[in-house]
């Protein structure tokens, strides 16, 4: 074996449903904020400094895409 140890293994297995909990709970937060921002009105979206276009473009993208 490469220098890994089963007890290796053993270690990192309980932190991966923890890692996948974590990248679900991120996609969920990027979708809900590209959704609100995508809602916002051209007021808002002034104060913020972002045009209609860039917030559509923003609230188009896929949850998954950084």
Do not use: N
Request: aromatic share 8%.
């Amino acid at each position: 074996m490469s220098g890994l140890s089963l007890r290796h293994f053993a270690l990192a297995a309980p932190t991966r449903p923890v890692a996948v909990a974590q990248t679900v709970a991120d996609w969920v937060k990027t979708r809900r904020t590209r959704r609100a921002l995508g809602q916002l009105d051209d007021h808002l979206l002034k104060d913020i400094g972002i045009s209609r276009d860039a917030a559509q473009f923003e609230a188009a993208r896929p949850f998954w895409k950084e």
